[in-house]
């Protein structure tokens, strides 16, 4: 293909997939009801479950003003050619085409995140305030702010380094070594993650000594589970909205709980939730769900491989050459179609682990206080209860809350 008739083929996935995401966020607004159906009647009193509308509305209206402004923002930028302009002024500054792709990256960051802080704080401190769920101050919005830059400048920058030496040292042969350091990055982030980059945003503490943290042992030696730490994390610090997860590799695992979670659910509903995050592990799902990533990676580096130094495609996005660095994004929009039918697809795989995970709980624990977990964290998070089957099948990792819940009664009832 000419660069020219490049340049229309990523203008028009971009827009292509702008508007098939906007049709998608428009069906699953007008997919609220008015009313509850049966099923989820008693879940939401009606007064909040008329607040959750008001939410989704106004999550739904803003996410439909900043997709249009970036999208907006990224078709000008193709169409004039202003990444080329910025890697023809970069250009002279620089020796090393490594640094001068990292410099190039690095200006792209800080432009979009300064573009993007309005709408950050608009969302926090507007809509999430206004529905009672934010809890950031400013001193810990811009802390937040620098912590990641510095993250990003040792981590993304390092890792960047490696992967950009990679691909001019071994040219098309770089994909298979850039899939073994991007492996090795993932797991060392799933065993340290906690430890290490965690801290630096939220306070860690052991979960104290009580009733809970026996239930939570008690449980996981029934199980078999290799529980080496229960901790609590100050959710607080920024949102009501509660969560606990697990993490870390091999023989000892990790529990984090959100102290906005302890403080809303009971000790026998805390321990169901964690029951199905055993199960996620029981069954593999970690594993394979962390394999098929790898799968993927491949396939999308290979692919890469084969247009990295595709000169046409620098040409496209405005420059008078080949350059990489133009290459690399050129591709994140080229692929778009690819990982879209991909997300899809793990997200099917998502729904059916979910599945496996509560009935897991349901054996093992009981079914009745996780049934109870998800409907108050359904409705504490003020959650859209009847979301449009094609928004659900596209974006969902999870089944709705009413297919969880009616799978878990199903369950019952077979056994």
């Given at each position: 293909?000419?660069?020219?008739?490049?340049?229309?083929?990523?203008?028009?996935?971009?827009?292509?997939d702008?508007?098939?995401?906007?049709?998608?966020?428009?069906?699953?607004?007008?997919?609220?009801?008015?009313?509850?159906?049966?099923a989820?009647?008693g879940?939401?009193?009606?007064e909040?479950?008329?607040?959750?509308?008001?939410?989704?509305?106004?999550?739904s209206?803003?996410?439909?003003?900043?997709t249009?402004?970036?999208?907006?923002?990224?078709?000008?930028?193709?169409?004039?050619g202003?990444f080329?302009?910025?890697?023809?002024?970069?250009?002279?500054?620089?020796?090393?085409?490594?640094?001068?792709?990292?410099?190039?990256?690095?200006?792209l960051?800080?432009?979009?995140?300064?573009?993007?802080?309005?709408?950050?704080?608009?969302?926090t401190?507007?809509?999430?305030?206004?529905f009672?769920?934010?809890?950031t101050?400013?001193?810990t919005?811009?802390?937040d702010k620098?912590?990641?830059?510095?993250?990003?400048?040792?981590?993304?920058g390092?890792?960047?380094?490696?992967?950009?030496w990679?691909?001019f040292?071994?040219?098309e042969?770089?994909w298979?070594?850039?899939l073994?350091?991007?492996?090795g990055?993932?797991?060392?982030?799933s065993m340290f993650?906690?430890?290490?980059?965690?801290?630096l945003?939220?306070?860690?503490?052991?979960?104290?000594?009580?009733?809970?943290?026996?239930k939570?042992n008690?449980?996981?030696?029934?199980?078999?589970?290799?529980?080496?730490?229960?901790?609590?994390?100050?959710?607080?610090?920024?949102?009501?909205?509660?969560?606990?997860f697990f993490?870390?590799?091999?023989?000892?695992?990790?529990?984090?709980?959100?102290?906005?979670?302890?403080?809303?659910?009971?000790?026998?509903?805390?321990?169901?939730?964690?029951?199905?995050?055993?199960?996620?592990?029981?069954?593999?799902?970690?594993?394979f769900?962390?394999?098929?990533?790898?799968?993927q990676?491949?396939?999308?580096?290979?692919?890469?491989?084969?247009?990295?130094?595709?000169?046409?495609?620098s040409?496209a996005l405005?420059?008078?050459?080949?350059?990489?660095?133009?290459?690399?994004?050129?591709?994140a929009?080229?692929y778009?179609?690819?990982?879209?039918?991909?997300?899809?697809?793990?997200?099917?795989?998502?729904?059916?682990?979910?599945?496996?995970?509560?009935?897991?709980?349901?054996?093992?624990?009981d079914?009745?206080?996780?049934q109870?977990?998800?409907?108050?964290?359904?409705?504490?998070s003020?959650?859209?209860l009847?979301?449009h089957?094609a928004?659900?099948?596209?974006?969902y990792?999870?089944?709705?809350?009413?297919?969880?819940?009616?799978?878990?009664?199903?369950?019952?009832?077979?056994?």
């Amino acid at each position: 293909m000419s660069s020219v008739q490049l340049l229309y083929l990523i203008l028009g996935i971009v827009l292509v997939d702008y508007f098939f995401d906007q049709l998608l966020d428009f069906f699953n607004m007008k997919s609220a009801k008015s009313s509850l159906p049966k099923a989820l009647e008693g879940i939401y009193p009606p007064e909040e479950y008329a607040k959750s509308q008001r939410y989704l509305k106004a999550r739904s209206k803003f996410s439909f003003l900043t997709t249009a402004f970036s999208t907006s923002i990224t078709v000008l930028i193709l169409a004039f050619g202003l990444f080329g302009n910025l890697d023809a002024w970069l250009s002279p500054y620089f020796e090393s085409s490594i640094v001068q792709s990292l410099a190039f990256f690095g200006i792209l960051f800080i432009v979009s995140d300064i573009i993007n802080i309005p709408f950050e704080l608009y969302s926090t401190f507007v809509i999430e305030e206004k529905f009672g769920f934010n809890k950031t101050t400013l001193k810990t919005f811009w802390a937040d702010k620098l912590k990641g830059y510095l993250l990003l400048v040792v981590l993304g920058g390092g890792l960047g380094y490696v992967l950009l030496w990679l691909i001019f040292e071994w040219q098309e042969q770089f994909w298979i070594y850039a899939l073994l350091v991007i492996t090795g990055f993932s797991i060392f982030m799933s065993m340290f993650y906690t430890s290490l980059i965690l801290p630096l945003f939220n306070k860690l503490t052991p979960l104290a000594d009580g009733e809970l943290k026996d239930k939570i042992n008690a449980y996981a030696d029934r199980v078999k589970f290799p529980l080496d730490n229960i901790f609590v994390i100050d959710g607080s610090k920024r949102s009501s909205k509660a969560n606990a997860f697990f993490s870390g590799m091999g023989k000892k695992k990790k529990i984090v709980l959100y102290d906005t979670l302890i403080e809303k659910q009971s000790d026998e509903e805390l321990v169901a939730v964690l029951a199905h995050e055993v199960g996620h592990f029981k069954k593999k799902h970690i594993i394979f769900s962390m394999a098929l990533s790898i799968v993927q990676m491949a396939i999308m580096l290979y692919v890469l491989s084969l247009l990295i130094f595709n000169e046409n495609l620098s040409m496209a996005l405005g420059a008078d050459g080949l350059s990489v660095h133009l290459n690399l994004i050129a591709f994140a929009l080229l692929y778009t179609p690819i990982s879209k039918v991909t997300g899809v697809l793990m997200n099917m795989l998502s729904r059916k682990n979910e599945y496996e995970a509560d009935a897991y709980a349901s054996t093992t624990y009981d079914p009745v206080p996780l049934q109870s977990a998800l409907k108050k964290l359904s409705v504490d998070s003020l959650s859209n209860l009847t979301p449009h089957s094609a928004y659900v099948f596209i974006n969902y990792s999870h089944p709705t809350l009413l297919q969880r819940l009616t799978h878990m009664d199903q369950f019952k009832k077979s056994n």
